[in-house]
């Protein structure tokens, strides 16, 4: 043994002899085994192990079946015996009648003392209103408010000598009455039938001595225009809006005046619009007729509306002046009026026009207002018009692939005179645009087309003569209530669904 395990020795043997030895219990060293429940019972199937498994398995099952509750209903309360009159109270009061009718209540269910009625009654009378639809008939719109066939062809008859249908506005309302039925399954019978026609007449069908009959009734309208004058201020489209112009109005004075009015804040508006009053209380606003600026309590513009295009002439009878022009066709310019290398001929020359692009087809419109001097074939030109305008100038239009105008033909700005094509000296289909002054190409962009109309003789009379007449009207002078003709008065019967709801109408 080696000293150092010797000394070893030496220094635990006295510890060991310390005091005397404890007894121990006999199980103190043994590790008590619990029983394990949660088993794979995948594994060693058949084995003691698993057989426990299993064996804990079925008792836990047994025992969550044993411990479901008991799913039969519970009494709310011990059953009461009612006699049949306090039963039908029950049940009136309670929650079933909501879904047998809704009979809920005190005293509202069906007793023995009622008797079940053979058929539903009806209403004698039945008020209701339809409208007109586009392209709609007479005998349609009676039609689906119910009328039979030979009384709606007898209404139509009697209406239509008055009002042809088609004149009728779509939307306009009709209110018809319907009377008692004959019999069951019949149609109900008109007894009163009324709609604004226009908006001076009313028509109305009634029962009279047992006969339908028309009615007409004229409604009494005043045509004063109406003249609006006020302080331009800050806003003139807010400053005539206040004062009781309807916004339509005001744009088309705005536009009438344009952009070169200048218009100050001290400066007056002037205006007369084209304006119906009804007796029954309605208002038909129509166009501006009149636009006219003051300052300093002198005109500065005055604007009247005039001839069957609605143009605007200034007071001495000379229209609006129209400057530039439109565009032939909506394409960009590719090659502009100047010498160049032609395509085809393969030397340079005067190209006289401006060229624009555009697809085979496309429409080509009159660059202003013209007589057609030319329209055919013109050598290199191919298909080609030539147009004359004021002042010495003209347009031409080349390589077309159809005409659409004739030779003497007078052209509106805009209108179509043809369609682009290639035609003549050609490489694809475009337009090619020339200018003329004094029969000499010039360059298109430095020329700017005018045109002003001038009234002349008996027009120009009568034009000045209705300048004075709008202008003799009295400012605000329409915003009056229009009084009803006193005849009116007398029969005047409401003609609202809610006045007649207030006040119901017995007919026939």
Known sequence: MSTAAQMAGRMTAPARQDGPRRARHPLARRTIRRPRLAIDLGRAVGSRRWLTGMAALVVLTALALAAVPDMSPLAAAPPVNLRAREADEFRSLGIAPLALGADSGRRMGATVAVTPLKATPERPRIDLQARFASGDTYERLLGRAGLGGAEAALVARLIGGAMPAGQVAAGTPVDLTLGRRIG???????????????????????????????????????????????????????????????????????????????????????MVIDWRRAATGEVEEGELLYAGVLRNGRPRHQLLRWGREGKFFEASGVGQQREGMVQPVPGPVTSRYGPRRHPILRFTRLHAGNDYRAGHGTPIHAVTDGTVTYAGRHGGHGNYVRLRHAGGLGTGYAHMSRIAVRNGARVKRGQVI??????????????HFEVYRGGRTVNPNSVRFVTRAVLEGRELANFRGRLAELQRVEPGAALEPLAPAPAAAAEQEPLREIDRVDNPQVVG
């Open 418 to 431: 043809g369609y682009v094509g290639s035609t003549g000296l050609s490489t694809g289909p475009h337009l």
């Open 184 to 270: 069951p399954g019949q149609p109900r019978p008109l007894e009163r039938l009324g709609f604004r026609a226009r908006f001076d007449l009313e028509l109305r069908v009634e029962q009279q001595a047992g006969r339908l009959a028309l009615v007409p009734r004229p409604i009494r309208v005043d045509t004063t225009p109406l003249r609006l004058r006020g302080r331009v201020g800050d806003s003139l489209y807010r400053s005539a809006r206040a004062a009781g112009a309807p916004g339509r109005a005001v744009q088309q004075y705005l536009r009438a005046l344009g952009s070169d009015a200048r218009l100050a804040a001290d400066d007056e508006y002037d």
